[in-house]
């Protein structure tokens, strides 16, 4: 159980009864002022215990059990990919980034088949989103009544992802398992009539667990949870068995509140959810809160938006997406060719250069470091002035790659055009359009 921040501070140097140890109280190497200071913030999941180094080592037992996350961490791997489930601290977002964005299965059966096919090209699907590369995270087998072990064996070598099996019984699970060795699988599902031998067969092969409930009663799914703990297994995954809107939303969302706000460690694990083929409730499962969520079949169209609202979910709030600055050739520029200046956010960056490429022109973009930040944006925050533009204009080598010295400026920075002037000297400045849509027509018309 964890400890409140009072119950901590007993534990810390600062309410130490040893001499020696209390020669350190308060001694601010934690970055905190006082002892009862960093037992606050260790109590709410905002400092680490390692920061202390002169707890006593029976305290520290108690105290490295109480800051655990609430949530367990389940990794899977397989060939490189790896995938990290858990470990969440907050409700929202903006309280704290979400660290561990929820895996996307595609299921296959074992009586499909082009199960290997599907395996195979969900794979391979990979989409670039203002500079991230969107993929899948792995696939789900179900056992439906043909050959688990040889379906599990083809996607394996097929996929190279980590695989969910599905299958509620022992002896299929265990051929799946036999046949999955070398990847990192998680097993679905314990239930109160079959716990005891999927237990014994995911401690046996090393996987994660699927302990799952009936119904949405959660206090059943506790305890089975506790139960397959006792013996051993501690990489659980919940499935509270609800399908449906309201359920689903209601049933994760008592589950997440139940782990972070009442402590609660037997429900202090990753969920699982099934989305059949809708997209809407995959989406809410994205954002509400499981940690692996199960697609029927795959196909782009669904799986595109749902990696997109992922990466938009999971992805820092108060630091914005960017690439990286410096010079960009698109469409195998020449020395001749035109010169323009942008910000690093990643969709500012990608509308300039998607337009400029996509209507088949040359041309270079240098992109200043504006601490990602979207052109009017970092003007306002004094991030993307003259100086700074002047500043990569000269970092960045272009005598040695243009012949001129003319240098278009986005419209919305128009004003910047005499400070321009003014740290380039020598340098034509032109102000181009505001939209990035307009910039083709542009170049077209006012370049020669």
């Not at 899977?76 to 995938?83: F, I, R, T, V, W």
């Not at 979400?98 to 296959?108: A, D």
């Not at 670039?128 to 083809?154: H, S």
Request: hydrophobic share 45%; aromatic share 8%.
């Amino acid at each position: 159980m964890a400890l409140s921040g009072i119950q901590i501070y007993k534990l810390l140097p600062g309410s130490s009864t040893n001499p020696a140890v209390k020669a350190h109280a308060n001694c601010k190497e934690c970055g905190f002022p006082t002892c009862l200071a960093f037992a606050m913030k260790l109590a709410q999941k905002q400092a680490e215990l390692a920061q202390c180094p002169y707890v006593e080592e029976e305290a520290k037992s108690q105290l490295e059990a109480s800051a655990a996350p609430p949530i367990r961490l389940i990794t899977l791997s397989a060939n490189g990919h790896k995938l990290e489930v858990g470990n969440e601290t907050v409700l929202f977002r903006h309280e704290k980034t979400f660290f561990h964005q929820p895996g996307l299965f595609v299921r296959v059966t074992d009586t499909q088949p082009d199960a290997a096919d599907v395996a195979r090209a969900a794979a391979a699907y990979k989409v670039d989103y203002v500079g991230i590369d969107l993929t899948l995270d792995g696939i789900a087998v179900e056992a439906g009544g043909g050959d688990f072990a040889a379906t599990v064996a083809a996607v394996k070598a097929a996929a190279n992802l980590p695989l969910i099996l599905l299958a509620a019984d022992p002896a299929s699970a265990e051929a799946g398992l036999k046949a999955a060795q070398g990847v990192s699988v998680l097993l679905s599902a314990a239930t109160a009539d079959n716990w005891q031998t999927m237990a014994k067969l995911a401690a046996q092969y090393k996987s994660s667990l699927v302990v799952r409930g009936e119904g949405g009663d959660l206090t059943a799914l506790a305890n089975l949870a506790e139960q397959v703990k006792g013996v051993g297994v501690e990489d659980i995954v919940l499935d509270p068995g609800v399908s449906g809107y309201g359920d689903s939303l209601t049933t994760f969302t008592q589950l997440r509140r139940l782990a972070l706000k009442k402590n609660e460690r037997s429900v202090g694990y990753p969920t699982l959810a099934f989305a059949g083929n809708d997209a809407l409730l995959a989406g809410q499962h994205i954002a509400k809160y499981a940690g692996f969520v199960v697609l029927n079949g795959f196909s782009p169209a669904v799986v595109y938006p749902l990696l997109v609202l992922r990466a938009n979910i999971f992805t820092d709030p108060q630091k914005p997406i960017q690439v990286q600055p410096g010079l960009y050739e698109i469409n195998h520029p020449q020395p001749g060719d035109p010169l323009l200046v942008t910000t690093n956010f990643s969709i500012t960056y990608f509308s300039v250069a998607n337009e400029i490429e996509n209507a088949g022109m040359p041309g270079w973009l240098l992109v200043a470091d504006a601490e990602g930040m979207s052109v009017l944006t970092a003007w306002a925050a004094g991030k993307f002035d003259a100086e700074r533009i002047a500043k990569s204009v000269k970092n960045n080598g272009l005598g040695d790659k243009l012949n001129h010295q003319r240098l278009v400026i986005p419209g919305h920075v128009a004003v910047l055009m005499g400070e321009l002037e003014e740290e380039l000297p020598g340098w034509e400045i032109n102000v181009g359009p505001r939209e990035a849509v307009d910039l083709p027509n542009y170049l077209r018309t006012k370049w020669g």
